[in-house]
Protein backbone atom coordinates (compact mmCIF):
# COMPACT_ATOMS: atom_id res chain seq x y z
CA UNK A 1 0.00 0.00 0.00
CA UNK A 2 2.84 2.73 1.03
CA UNK A 3 4.96 1.77 -2.22
CA UNK A 4 1.75 2.24 -4.28
CA UNK A 5 1.09 5.82 -2.40
CA UNK A 6 4.45 6.53 -3.43
CA UNK A 7 3.85 5.56 -6.91
CA UNK A 8 0.91 7.82 -6.67
CA UNK A 9 2.71 11.09 -5.97
CA UNK A 10 5.01 11.04 -8.31
CA UNK A 11 2.51 10.83 -11.08
CA UNK A 12 2.07 14.55 -11.57
CA UNK A 13 5.97 14.82 -12.22
CA UNK A 14 5.98 11.77 -14.44
CA UNK A 15 2.88 13.54 -16.15
CA UNK A 16 4.24 16.78 -17.01
CA UNK A 17 8.11 15.59 -17.85
CA UNK A 18 6.07 13.09 -20.42
CA UNK A 19 3.29 15.36 -21.90
CA UNK A 20 6.58 17.97 -22.90
CA UNK A 21 8.59 14.64 -24.26
CA UNK A 22 6.46 11.89 -25.49
CA UNK A 23 2.89 12.87 -26.06
CA UNK A 24 -0.14 11.47 -24.57
CA UNK A 25 0.57 8.05 -25.64
CA UNK A 26 3.45 7.63 -23.41
CA UNK A 27 1.47 9.47 -20.50
CA UNK A 28 -1.11 6.71 -20.86
CA UNK A 29 1.14 3.86 -20.85
CA UNK A 30 2.75 4.83 -17.78
CA UNK A 31 -0.41 5.78 -16.09
CA UNK A 32 -1.57 2.57 -17.12
CA UNK A 33 1.67 0.76 -15.48
CA UNK A 34 1.74 2.74 -11.71
CA UNK A 35 -1.82 3.56 -11.55
CA UNK A 36 -3.51 0.14 -12.95
CA UNK A 37 -7.32 0.37 -13.27
CA UNK A 38 -8.78 -2.29 -11.05
CA UNK A 39 -7.71 0.60 -8.70
CA UNK A 40 -11.17 1.67 -8.93
CA UNK A 41 -13.09 -1.54 -8.94
CA UNK A 42 -15.09 -2.77 -6.39
CA UNK A 43 -13.82 -5.83 -4.01
CA UNK A 44 -16.77 -8.17 -3.73
CA UNK A 45 -14.34 -9.45 -0.10
CA UNK A 46 -14.15 -6.06 1.31
CA UNK A 47 -17.36 -5.76 3.80
CA UNK A 48 -17.74 -2.50 3.44
CA UNK A 49 -17.97 -2.13 0.22
CA UNK A 50 -20.32 -5.12 0.05
CA UNK A 51 -22.21 -4.62 2.75
CA UNK A 52 -22.49 -0.44 1.78
CA UNK A 53 -22.32 -0.19 -1.92
CA UNK A 54 -23.39 4.06 -1.45
CA UNK A 55 -20.50 4.09 0.67
CA UNK A 56 -18.17 2.19 -1.44
CA UNK A 57 -19.50 4.39 -4.01
CA UNK A 58 -18.64 7.93 -2.41
CA UNK A 59 -15.20 6.11 -2.10
CA UNK A 60 -14.87 4.93 -5.48
CA UNK A 61 -13.20 1.44 -4.18
CA UNK A 62 -9.99 4.27 -3.65
CA UNK A 63 -7.73 3.35 -1.34
CA UNK A 64 -8.40 4.01 2.47
CA UNK A 65 -4.64 5.94 2.09
CA UNK A 66 -5.66 8.21 -0.63
CA UNK A 67 -9.06 8.64 0.74
CA UNK A 68 -7.86 10.08 4.00
CA UNK A 69 -5.29 12.32 2.31
CA UNK A 70 -7.96 14.35 0.15
CA UNK A 71 -9.05 17.18 1.74
CA UNK A 72 -12.64 17.44 0.78
CA UNK A 73 -13.94 21.10 1.55
CA UNK A 74 -17.86 22.12 2.83
CA UNK A 75 -18.77 25.52 3.30
CA UNK A 76 -15.89 26.79 5.01
CA UNK A 77 -13.97 29.17 2.23
CA UNK A 78 -14.94 32.34 0.31
CA UNK A 79 -18.77 32.07 -1.29
CA UNK A 80 -17.62 33.14 -4.56
CA UNK A 81 -14.22 31.72 -5.76
CA UNK A 82 -14.34 28.20 -2.55
CA UNK A 83 -10.77 29.81 -1.51
CA UNK A 84 -10.37 27.66 1.70
CA UNK A 85 -9.04 29.80 4.37
CA UNK A 86 -6.42 29.39 6.88
CA UNK A 87 -7.89 27.46 9.90
CA UNK A 88 -10.95 26.48 8.25
CA UNK A 89 -12.75 29.50 9.72
CA UNK A 90 -16.13 29.39 8.29
CA UNK A 91 -17.48 32.71 6.92
CA UNK A 92 -20.84 31.97 6.38
CA UNK A 93 -23.47 32.57 3.18
CA UNK A 94 -22.20 35.23 1.40
CA UNK A 95 -18.28 35.39 2.93
CA UNK A 96 -15.95 36.54 0.83
CA UNK A 97 -12.61 36.23 0.53
CA UNK A 98 -10.11 39.55 0.29
CA UNK A 99 -9.65 38.94 -3.80
CA UNK A 100 -13.09 38.47 -4.16
CA UNK A 101 -14.04 41.62 -2.38
CA UNK A 102 -11.51 44.15 -4.42
CA UNK A 103 -12.19 42.24 -7.36
CA UNK A 104 -15.52 40.34 -7.67
CA UNK A 105 -15.89 37.45 -10.66
CA UNK A 106 -18.73 37.62 -12.86
CA UNK A 107 -20.47 34.55 -11.69
CA UNK A 108 -21.86 34.00 -8.04
CA UNK A 109 -20.49 31.14 -5.99
CA UNK A 110 -18.75 28.75 -6.49
CA UNK A 111 -18.08 25.18 -4.52
CA UNK A 112 -15.33 22.96 -4.92
CA UNK A 113 -15.33 19.19 -4.00
CA UNK A 114 -11.71 19.02 -2.53
CA UNK A 115 -8.31 20.62 -1.88
CA UNK A 116 -6.45 20.24 -5.13
CA UNK A 117 -3.42 18.84 -3.23
CA UNK A 118 -1.00 15.93 -4.17
CA UNK A 119 -3.81 12.83 -3.24
CA UNK A 120 -6.68 14.38 -5.53
CA UNK A 121 -4.20 15.59 -8.30
CA UNK A 122 -3.09 11.88 -8.27
CA UNK A 123 -6.95 11.16 -9.27
CA UNK A 124 -7.81 13.98 -11.85
CA UNK A 125 -4.72 14.24 -14.14
CA UNK A 126 -5.22 10.52 -15.20
CA UNK A 127 -9.34 11.60 -15.42
CA UNK A 128 -7.85 14.37 -17.72
CA UNK A 129 -5.10 12.81 -19.68
CA UNK A 130 -5.14 8.86 -19.16
CA UNK A 131 -8.99 7.82 -20.01
CA UNK A 132 -9.91 7.42 -16.83
CA UNK A 133 -13.21 8.06 -17.71
CA UNK A 134 -14.80 5.71 -15.18
CA UNK A 135 -13.33 8.10 -12.25
CA UNK A 136 -16.38 10.47 -13.43
CA UNK A 137 -18.98 8.63 -11.66
CA UNK A 138 -16.90 9.29 -8.23
CA UNK A 139 -16.35 12.86 -8.90
CA UNK A 140 -19.73 12.97 -10.16
CA UNK A 141 -21.14 11.79 -6.37
CA UNK A 142 -18.18 14.46 -5.04
CA UNK A 143 -19.57 17.83 -6.97
CA UNK A 144 -23.76 16.55 -6.42
CA UNK A 145 -22.12 16.47 -2.70
CA UNK A 146 -20.32 19.83 -2.74
CA UNK A 147 -22.37 22.27 -4.87
CA UNK A 148 -25.93 20.50 -4.13
CA UNK A 149 -27.42 23.86 -3.29
CA UNK A 150 -26.27 25.75 -6.66
CA UNK A 151 -27.76 22.82 -8.59
CA UNK A 152 -30.82 23.01 -6.73
CA UNK A 153 -31.45 26.44 -7.58
CA UNK A 154 -29.87 26.37 -11.38
CA UNK A 155 -32.09 25.58 -14.87
CA UNK A 156 -28.95 24.22 -16.67
CA UNK A 157 -25.65 23.06 -16.17
CA UNK A 158 -23.06 23.58 -18.94
CA UNK A 159 -19.43 21.87 -19.17
CA UNK A 160 -16.11 24.27 -19.93
CA UNK A 161 -15.77 23.17 -23.12
CA UNK A 162 -12.35 22.06 -24.66
CA UNK A 163 -10.79 23.26 -28.21
CA UNK A 164 -11.54 21.15 -30.74
CA UNK A 165 -8.00 20.05 -31.02
CA UNK A 166 -7.69 19.07 -27.68
CA UNK A 167 -10.68 17.22 -27.76
CA UNK A 168 -9.70 15.54 -30.81
CA UNK A 169 -6.42 14.10 -29.19
CA UNK A 170 -8.09 12.98 -25.87
CA UNK A 171 -11.33 12.15 -27.27
CA UNK A 172 -13.84 13.42 -24.38
CA UNK A 173 -14.09 16.72 -22.11
CA UNK A 174 -13.57 15.57 -18.82
CA UNK A 175 -16.17 18.36 -17.44
CA UNK A 176 -18.31 16.96 -20.10
CA UNK A 177 -18.06 13.55 -18.58
CA UNK A 178 -19.06 15.17 -15.27
CA UNK A 179 -21.47 17.75 -16.14
CA UNK A 180 -23.90 15.62 -18.26
CA UNK A 181 -24.59 12.57 -15.26
CA UNK A 182 -24.92 15.35 -12.89
CA UNK A 183 -27.69 17.06 -14.70
CA UNK A 184 -29.47 13.62 -15.51
CA UNK A 185 -29.63 12.88 -11.24
CA UNK A 186 -30.45 16.43 -10.35
CA UNK A 187 -33.47 16.97 -13.47
CA UNK A 188 -32.13 19.25 -15.35
CA UNK A 189 -31.15 20.65 -18.17
CA UNK A 190 -27.40 19.84 -19.89
CA UNK A 191 -26.26 22.12 -22.81
CA UNK A 192 -22.85 20.86 -24.47
CA UNK A 193 -22.54 22.39 -27.09
CA UNK A 194 -23.68 25.72 -25.71
CA UNK A 195 -20.37 27.51 -24.98
CA UNK A 196 -17.22 27.16 -27.53
CA UNK A 197 -13.62 27.13 -27.08
CA UNK A 198 -12.60 29.15 -30.22
CA UNK A 199 -8.92 29.60 -29.09
CA UNK A 200 -6.80 26.54 -27.23
CA UNK A 201 -5.04 26.93 -23.97
CA UNK A 202 -1.79 28.68 -24.63
CA UNK A 203 1.35 27.14 -21.65
CA UNK A 204 3.75 29.55 -22.97
CA UNK A 205 4.60 32.77 -22.62
CA UNK A 206 4.03 35.20 -19.98
CA UNK A 207 1.25 35.53 -17.12
CA UNK A 208 -0.34 38.68 -19.71
CA UNK A 209 -0.11 36.82 -22.84
CA UNK A 210 -1.34 33.79 -21.48
CA UNK A 211 -4.77 35.52 -20.13
CA UNK A 212 -5.05 37.90 -23.17
CA UNK A 213 -5.25 34.52 -24.82
CA UNK A 214 -8.18 33.45 -22.52
CA UNK A 215 -10.14 36.59 -22.58
CA UNK A 216 -11.00 35.65 -26.45
CA UNK A 217 -11.08 31.97 -26.02
CA UNK A 218 -15.02 31.16 -25.79
CA UNK A 219 -18.29 32.05 -28.06
CA UNK A 220 -21.77 31.25 -27.08
CA UNK A 221 -22.83 29.35 -29.86
CA UNK A 222 -26.40 30.45 -31.59
CA UNK A 223 -27.63 27.23 -29.69
CA UNK A 224 -26.15 28.58 -26.38
CA UNK A 225 -28.15 31.87 -27.43
CA UNK A 226 -31.57 30.36 -27.91
CA UNK A 227 -31.26 28.10 -24.99
CA UNK A 228 -29.31 29.98 -22.10
CA UNK A 229 -31.19 33.44 -22.13
CA UNK A 230 -32.16 34.28 -18.59
CA UNK A 231 -31.24 31.23 -17.60
CA UNK A 232 -28.96 30.37 -14.49
CA UNK A 233 -26.55 27.75 -15.11
CA UNK A 234 -24.34 26.20 -13.08
CA UNK A 235 -20.43 26.12 -14.65
CA UNK A 236 -18.64 22.55 -14.14
CA UNK A 237 -15.35 22.53 -14.53
CA UNK A 238 -12.33 20.01 -13.35
CA UNK A 239 -9.79 21.91 -11.61
CA UNK A 240 -10.40 25.90 -9.70
CA UNK A 241 -6.91 27.58 -9.81
CA UNK A 242 -6.90 31.41 -11.01
CA UNK A 243 -10.58 31.31 -11.68
CA UNK A 244 -9.32 32.76 -15.21
CA UNK A 245 -10.82 30.23 -17.37
CA UNK A 246 -14.28 30.55 -15.69
CA UNK A 247 -14.37 34.08 -15.55
CA UNK A 248 -13.32 33.97 -19.40
CA UNK A 249 -16.59 31.68 -20.02
CA UNK A 250 -18.86 33.85 -17.34
CA UNK A 251 -18.23 36.70 -19.16
CA UNK A 252 -19.61 35.47 -22.75
CA UNK A 253 -22.57 33.81 -21.08
CA UNK A 254 -23.53 37.20 -19.15
CA UNK A 255 -23.22 39.25 -22.37
CA UNK A 256 -25.02 36.25 -24.16
CA UNK A 257 -28.35 37.20 -21.26
CA UNK A 258 -27.32 34.27 -18.38
CA UNK A 259 -29.39 35.45 -15.50
CA UNK A 260 -26.68 34.12 -12.73
CA UNK A 261 -23.58 31.76 -13.18
CA UNK A 262 -22.23 29.49 -10.21
CA UNK A 263 -19.18 27.30 -10.58
CA UNK A 264 -18.81 23.78 -9.76
CA UNK A 265 -15.22 22.32 -9.75
CA UNK A 266 -13.63 18.68 -8.40
CA UNK A 267 -10.93 20.62 -6.52
CA UNK A 268 -9.60 24.01 -5.71
CA UNK A 269 -5.89 25.24 -5.87
CA UNK A 270 -5.35 26.99 -2.93
CA UNK A 271 -2.86 29.35 -4.91
CA UNK A 272 -1.83 29.46 -8.76
CA UNK A 273 1.99 27.39 -7.60
CA UNK A 274 -0.07 24.62 -6.16
CA UNK A 275 -1.74 23.89 -9.61
CA UNK A 276 0.93 22.43 -11.34
CA UNK A 277 -0.94 21.77 -14.45
ZN1 LIG B 1 -12.89 34.46 -3.08
Redesign the pocket.
Known amino acids: MDNRWVALSELPAKVKGLIADNGRNAVRGVIDAIYPAQMLDRDPHDPVNYAAPNEAMMLGGLSADTWGQIRFLSDE???????PLAGGIYLGAGG??E??TLKPFPFTRTRAACLYGEASKSLILPFKHADRTDMAPMFTQWIGRAAAELIADCDIIVPVPLHWSRLWSRRYNQAAEIARPLARQYDKDYLADGLRRVRPTIRQGSKVERERNLKAAFMVTLAGARRLRGRHVVLVDDVFTTGATVRACSKVLIAAGVRQIDVAVIARAASEADAGL
Open positions: GCDMCARRCGC
